[in-house]
């Protein structure tokens, strides 16, 4: 009987609230900070001095190996998470590096998945934290840059593999060549719809189209092909589109597919993207949820196939609390944590029922899932259950994963079994969302009380409020930032015409201004000769490209604009 409830009372010791003691307290935030600072440094500095310029470093034999397509990953991948420290002058040098040493012209087979999560969202967020980091930026920035351009560079590289019947791209490609003649045209479902976040910001920042557009195109063929009862299959054939595995759930080969339609959603505020997301979370909820778990079912039929849960779902909480809902997030966060604690790390997969690891996946590769979502929730809520966590995966990590050339992957949880293998996303988001769980005063977690403002060729844009949108490797990246390097021209026009008509009123002092009788608004009385000045902006062409008067590129001239108290409207 006590066997049984053994998982119920730990769930409900972790729902208790906090007592007295140090214990009650929680984790001291400054100490566990500066473990996982250290923890960093202890990995990055035996990257450099035992594996760069191999993508990873194999901690057991003190070397390294090229894992993703030769890109120094590590290094990239690590390279914001030394801002989000603090360390302003070995970013600056890292750039440096990568400026001089970094080369996509290469004849590897890359992951077009990883390589744009890892390398493009890398440089891009590197990018856009360039004058943060007190890099000298050129002018133009952040429309332009050495490490925009790479990211451009890298990104049309993956180009070749979206074009494909149904718009959705093959897996792999090879850097030099394009696709292989014999690729096979089976792609996961993740491998399709996770290029939402870096592909729209590059478009923005460049002004070309083409990235968002096979992106968008990306998506948008997933779910044409979701199927009756609304759930989408873990591989599929990109140029039939005929589902090859029909396993419907959160985790592994689909999940950052749901990730970016909501962060797509909130980059862009694109309303589309996050009203397919509530359709799929209706369906998830409906087929694969129960208590509090996610099962794997049949995609047509929606019958349990896999009663199981993988460490690659611990994203999900977080996902819930973006979308604000926090209750459910809690409570399945409280379901994977006590697995947590029973293994000190997620194994790969576990088995609801039985209550253990499945056959052969019972490793735990220093993932950061749940960690992530435990940051999410914890900005969300303050409840202390979430800095617990954390202090328990520095805890484990460094018990059981240290090892004298960094940290190593546990091959098995059960006997804590190590392999010969430390993956960059251990320095680009484990660590990274360690840290800034511990670190509530971080800019990342900035709430728009402080900012930058810098001057485009398009005008004064502000960076830096906050608000980061992470992409799926936790390279964050500035909302703010999409909306500096496009000037759009009819808005722009408007405003103008608005401040000529403003300035020649001035000027001639031929208007008063009175009290609206219905609205409470003021107007102004115009002589009749002065009725022209309403039509300067009927000849579009012939307008002179220039610098407006008065423009405002964070955001979209599309609610309203106040002169002399008068407000207005799109449909004025």
Not at 120 to 129: F, I, M, N, Q, T
Not at 185 to 209: K, Y
Not at 303 to 313: A, G, H
Not at 509 to 514: D, P, R, S
């Amino acid at each position: 009987m006590l066997r049984a409830l053994g998982p119920v009372l730990c769930l409900w010791a972790l729902r208790l609230p906090a007592g007295t003691g140090a214990a009650a307290r929680g984790p001291d935030i400054a100490s566990y900070r500066e473990r996982v600072r250290a923890m960093f440094y202890h990995a990055y500095e035996h990257y450099l001095g035992s594996a760069f310029p191999y993508d990873e470093l194999r901690p057991l034999t003190c070397d390294g190996q090229d894992t993703w397509g030769s890109f120094s990953l590590t290094l990239i991948d690590s390279l914001d998470t030394l801002l989000i420290l603090g360390n302003v002058s070995e970013f600056q040098r890292v750039v440096s590096v990568l400026q001089e040493g970094l080369d996509f012209d290469i004849d590897v087979n890359a992951s077009v998945f990883e390589t744009n999560i890892r390398v493009v969202g890398g440089l891009l967020s590197a990018h856009l934290l360039s004058k943060k980091a007190g890099i000298e930026v050129e002018a133009g920035w952040p429309c332009s840059g050495p490490l925009l351009r790479m990211a451009e560079e890298a990104a049309r590289k993956l180009l070749p593999a979206f074009q494909t019947p149904t718009g959705m791209p093959y897996g792999t490609v090879n850097l030099l060549h394009g696709v292989n003649p014999g690729e096979t045209p089976v792609t996961c479902t993740a491998g399709i719809g996770t290029f939402i976040v870096e592909f729209a910001t590059l478009s923005h920042l460049t002004g070309d189209p083409v990235f968002e557009n096979v992106a968008r195109k990306a998506l948008k063929a997933l779910w044409k092909n979701r199927s009756d009862i609304g759930l989408v299959g873990n591989h599929i054939d990109v140029i039939t589109a005929k589902w090859v595995a029909q396993d419907a759930g959160i985790g592994a080969g689909v999940d950052s597919y749901f990730e970016y339609l909501v962060k797509g959603a909130i980059l862009l505020q694109d309303e589309e993207l996050m009203s397919m997301f509530l359709e799929y979370n209706k369906a998830i909820k409906n087929y694969t949820k129960f208590d509090d778990w996610y099962l794997w079912v049949q995609m047509y039929k929606g019958t349990v196939s896999m009663p199981v849960f993988q460490s690659l779902e611990a994203y999900w909480p977080g996902l819930q609390s973006l979308i604000g809902d926090v209750d459910n997030a809690m409570r399945t966060f409280l379901n994977y944590y006590t697995v947590w604690k029973q293994f000190g790390g997620l194994p790969e997969f576990y088995n609801i029922p039985q209550g253990y690891t499945v056959d052969k996946r019972e490793g735990y590769p220093l993932r950061p899932e749940l960690i992530e979502s435990a940051m999410y929730l914890y900005r969300a809520t303050r409840d202390p259950t979430l800095l617990e966590l954390g202090r328990d995966a520095v805890e484990s990590i460094e018990r059981i994963s240290k090892v004298d050339c960094g940290f190593a992957t546990i091959k098995d949880l059960r006997d804590h079994r190590l392999d010969n293998r430390m993956e960059s996303f251990f320095l680009a988001e484990t660590v990274k969302y360690l840290y800034l769980l511990f670190d509530p005063d971080n800019f990342i977690h900035n709430d728009g009380s402080a900012f930058d403002v810098v001057i485009t060729p398009y005008g004064e844009c502000v960076l830096n409020a906050g608000g980061y949108v992470f992409n799926t490797e936790a390279h964050p990246i500035d909302p703010a930032a999409l909306h500096c390097c496009r000037k759009r021209k009819e808005e722009q026009w408007e405003v103008e015409d608005l401040m000529r008509e403003f300035y020649s009123l001035k000027k001639t002092k031929k208007f008063t201004l009175k009290r609206a009788s219905n609205h409470g608004e003021w107007e102004s009385a115009k002589d009749p000769e002065d009725a022209s000045l309403e039509k300067g902006g009927e000849k579009r062409n012939s307008r002179k490209t220039s610098h407006s008067l008065l423009s405002c590129p964070s955001q979209s001239f599309n609610s309203k604009l106040a002169v002399l108290g008068q407000v207005f409207l799109d449909n004025t």
